[in-house]
């Protein structure tokens, strides 16, 4: 898991409620990236920022809202709009966008 | 959207034995990565192929890449028990005004019997 932590490993929410997942890295890289799990799917980019107060939406950014006050942390809430949370949620982190990204060890969410 | 295909979706072999997983992609891509995620983990990176390389070693790891055909394999040798998990190959590919996206497959998950 690298130097990428996430927090809480696993996280109960109510329908309705908001919620917010930490992503802490003291990797020193510049660009960040949270993905959504699915069971037996691959990884699809929910977000990801390539430097500090900069991010871009991915492919499933809907329901979802980052910030990037800080070069270490990438924070993700989850909102009342998502309409299917429940979901394995990954963030990765890399000093170069074509090289290796380096995952946190993930943080499960589900809705109650 | 899915770049890369795996193939097969999961496989079961014997301690020892070979295994070999395919990955088969639609565009041109920088270069291709292989993962590894053990059951509610994270993924680890195992290994990075460029489009101008054809095949890439690291320890019992071995990857090919055949640009032509799109698609790559991973061929672990020697299988121990500790190398079940879920495989995922993923794609570097250039996606305008000076970004990459990097863009996971489902994955292939192997399971290897003592």
């Known amino acids: 898991d690298g130097g990428i932590t996430q927090s809480p490993k696993y996280l109960f929410r109510k329908e309705g409620q908001n919620v917010t997942l930490s992503c802490e890295q003291n990797?020193?890289?510049?660009?960040m990236y949270w993905y959504r799990q699915d069971p037996g799917q691959g990884l699809r980019l929910i977000y990801y920022s390539q430097i500090v107060n900069d991010f871009q939406k991915g492919d499933i950014a809907e329901g979802y809202s980052v910030s990037r006050e800080k070069k270490e942390s990438f924070p993700l809430t989850v909102t009342s709009a998502q309409k299917n949370p429940t979901a394995f949620y990954l963030c990765a982190s890399t000093s170069d966008r074509l090289n290796e990204q380096f995952f946190g060890p993930g943080t499960r969410l589900t809705v109650l | 959207s899915q770049q890369g295909e795996e193939d097969p979706q999961a496989l079961s072999i014997q301690e020892g034995e070979n295994a070999t997983m395919n990955c088969s992609y639609k565009t041109s891509i920088n270069n291709l990565q292989w993962y590894r995620q053990n059951s509610g983990r994270g993924l680890v990176h195992l290994i990075l192929i460029r489009s101008n390389e054809r095949e890439k070693h690291s320890g019992r790891l071995r990857v090919t890449l055949d640009t032509s055909k799109k698609s790559s394999s991973l061929l672990i040798t020697a299988s121990r028990a500790a190398d079940t998990a879920s495989y995922f190959c993923a794609t570097v590919t250039y996606s305008g005004a000076g970004s990459y996206q990097l863009t996971f497959g489902k994955g292939t998950k192997l399971s290897v019997i003592p």
């Open positions: 990797l020193n890289h510049d660009a």
